[in-house]
Each structure stands twice: as C-alpha cells, then as structure tokens.
C-alpha cells in the first residue's frame, strides 16, 4: 500500500452491518470491505449497529468478536484513523472494545472537517423523534447509570435480556408505520443548524437515499444483507477533492 492509496480516499462511512455468526455472508462482506477497501482509506466511520447487539466489553473474549476486532485492528494498524459512533444495537461499545480494535469513541452528533467539507454525523435513531416510546426507551439506556447497573449483570443474563427486548421491538414495529420509524425533518433541521454543517451522514432508518432540503443534503446509508434479493449493502466516500459518492455492495457508484 502506498501514500496515494490514502490520499484517494478521505473517509468512508458504514452503519448497519448486524454483524453475528448467524450471518456468515454478511461477515464475509465486511472482512472484504475491510481489507480491500478501507484500509486504503485516510479515515473510516462506523456509524452505528456494527453489531446485532452488544452486551458490555466484557464480551470482547467471544471468538466471533475477536474475529470482527482484529479485522478493525488490521485497518487502525495500517494507518487509516478509525472512529466509532454507537448505534441503538451497540450503544454498550465501551473503552475496552476501543482499545482492542484501535478506534476511537464519538459522541453524538459529530462534525468533522474533511477534505474541505464540513460534514455532521449521527446513527440516526436520536432524529426519530415520533416514535416516542422508542425515544423513552432511549433516553433510559443511555444513561450511564442505568448502564452501569446492567453491565453489573452477569453477561449471560444480559443476554437474555437484550434478546428479550430485540423480541418485543420486532413485535412493536409491526404496528408502526414508516414514517413513525424514519427521521423528523425538524429533528434533522436541527442538527443542522446547531451544527453548522451543510452536509448529514447517518444510518439507522435501512432507506438508503440523499435528500436535498434547501442547501442542506443528507445522505442516509444502507443495511447490509448480501442474501436479499437484490443484496443490501454499501457505503459513503468521500474523494480527496470533497466529492461525495454513493457506492452498492460490490463498489459501484450510485448515482
């Protein structure tokens, strides 16, 4: 790898992955995307839901994970600066994790300059503010309170719990529509405006799209499901010169 292959690319952008062993091509996909792509890269974002689920970086041991850590780790190590932004399914990523895999910790929303863009980013799930008993939801486990009395469970009953609360969500979204599911436009507003940046990166919301509101674009990025039909999947670059591209799965651009 050379100093161009960096300087090609600024920064890439995924969210979404779900990653778990239940998923094998899914994995396949991102340990592709990882040593063929991203390595080449100035910057990579991981935007939230990298995992299915996180129970506490007490798990960091679990052997699938190593697997996904040590692939982040090969990426930090060749030079290519790597940040997290936690999802609603990994919001449990903690120091431990971010040590082992070599990246470093966003809050949200995070403005970053890059190649002369100004460009704010989030997971997504904060801006959905008409699902209000997700909102309640989340607001009780973000708090490190609430956190550190569930990571003080034992790792398997955390488990337990996680997988009983991924249950009920599926049983809850099947009585909420889209537009309840998606992004406000006033809370995507105003991220803008206290932001100051004219550009929004997110995920979350699996409706892969840019949209334009006044001078403002949002580009939203995709799940990934490499078995759908068609196969699910991409990412966000952005070039040297500040471009913004879109790309599929298998790399090409979307226009």
């Known amino acids: 790898?050379?100093?161009?292959?960096?300087?090609?690319?600024s920064a890439l952008f995924i969210s979404d992955l779900h990653l778990q062993p239940s998923q094998p091509r899914t994995t396949a996909a991102f340990l592709d995307f990882m040593d063929?792509?991203?390595i080449h890269a100035q910057r990579l974002y991981l935007l939230g839901d990298l995992f299915e689920y996180w129970a506490g970086d007490d798990d960091i041991d679990d052997p699938y994970h190593r697997h996904i850590i040590a692939a982040i780790r090969r990426v930090s190590d060749a030079g290519v600066a790597v940040f997290w932004i936690a999802g609603n399914r990994d919001f449990l990523v903690g120091a431990r994790f971010a040590q082992a895999a070599g990246l470093t910790l966003l809050a949200e929303p995070h403005v970053a300059d890059i190649a002369g863009q100004r460009v704010v980013l989030v997971h997504g799930d904060a801006q959905c503010t008409e699902d209000a008993?997700?909102?309640e939801f989340r607001a009780m486990v973000r708090q490190p309170a609430w956190q550190t009395q569930f990571t003080a469970l034992p790792l398997a009953q955390r488990k337990a719990i996680i997988a009983g609360m991924r249950e009920n969500s599926r049983k809850d979204q099947g009585d909420k529509t889209m537009e309840i599911m998606d992004v406000t436009p006033q809370a995507i507003a105003d991220v803008?405006?206290?932001?100051g940046a004219r550009i929004m990166i997110h995920g979350h919301t699996h409706r892969p799209a840019l949209h334009r509101a006044g001078d403002t674009l949002r580009y939203v990025l995709p799940d990934w499901e490499p078995d759908a039909t068609p196969p699910r999947g991409g990412w966000i670059a952005i070039g040297s010169d500040g471009a913004i591209t879109?790309?599929?799965?298998d790399g090409a651009v979307i226009a």
């Open 192 to 195: 803008h405006a206290q932001s």
């Open 1 to 9: 790898m050379t100093a161009s292959d960096h300087a090609a690319t």
């Open 133 to 135: 008993k997700y909102m």
């Open 246 to 249: 879109r790309h599929a799965l």
């Open 36 to 38: 063929g792509r991203a």
